[in-house]
């Protein structure tokens, strides 16, 4: 319970399957619905939302975007026309995809997988001096693209170089903060990667209404990283319903 909202959860059971609905009341006593359905399957999950969209009621000044992981959306569109109910009021996109629309024009250069592994090399190379475990390894082949991904996790996981810096007695998280700590200062205000957009993204939206008063779908996520679940709750302040 906030200040601002007073959430209230059902949980119910039906035909095996766990369904949660989350109504928030705000102080202008309007409703949004956030609906969670599990499915054992990605099949599973992709019959469901397509029989979502199937039933219902079509109208031009609804939106029904769906969300999905950039390898589904064709597997998405094809299902969906593939049943003849494909339509001008729904529309399948991606995280990615979303920035790259609602940020047109924007100031930031997006960094490619392969650019961001060319600064890291360049990091690892300028401040190896100030490592003590990783002094090093760090300039060997391979070690950037563990450094990548290590940094993708924390940066979903919302870890800061700070919360590595904190960890007592553990000097190779030191070495991974002082690494971190400086790759931010060189994307900063200059580049965006991966991990960054969905936090722009956010920024975006909460500018932007860009949801404002649609139905949104996500699916075949079988996780979802603290950033994403941030920016699901920024979505879900100004859509119509969240499923």
């Not at 250069?109 to 392969?114: C, D, F």
């Not at 592994?117 to 082949?141: F, I, N, P, Q, W």
Request: charged share 30%; aromatic share 8%; with cysteine.
């Amino acid at each position: 319970v906030t200040k601002a909202s007073l959430t209230v959860g059902l949980k119910t059971r039906r035909g095996g399957k766990t369904w949660r609905i989350l109504l928030e009341k705000s102080r202008k006593k309007s409703y949004n619905m956030c609906m969670i359905i599990t499915e054992k399957s990605y099949t599973d999950a992709l019959d469901r939302v397509v029989n979502i969209i199937e039933a219902r009621k079509p109208s031009l000044d609804v939106n029904n975007i769906v969300i999905v992981p950039d390898v589904y959306t064709f597997a998405l569109e094809k299902r969906l026309f593939s049943r003849g109910k494909g339509a001008f009021d729904v529309e399948v996109t991606t995280f990615n995809r979303l920035y790259t629309r609602l940020n047109a024009g924007g100031e930031r250069v997006a960094l490619s997988k392969q650019g961001a592994l060319m600064l890291l090399k360049k990091v690892c190379r300028e401040h190896a001096d100030e490592l003590g475990c990783y002094s090093r390894s760090c300039l060997r082949t391979g070690f950037a693209v563990k450094l990548y991904d290590a940094l993708n996790t924390l940066r979903a996981c919302a870890v800061s170089p700070s919360d590595l810096e904190a960890a007592e007695g553990m000097r190779k998280s030191r070495d991974l903060a002082v690494l971190y700590r400086e790759y931010l200062r060189e994307i900063d205000g200059r580049y965006v990667d991966a991990a960054g957009r969905n936090r722009l993204l956010g920024e975006i939206i909460e500018k932007t209404d860009a949801f404002r008063g649609a139905n949104v779908y996500v699916t075949l996520y079988d996780k979802l990283s603290a950033e994403v679940k941030r920016l699901l709750g920024i979505i879900e302040r100004s859509a119509r319903s969240l499923t």
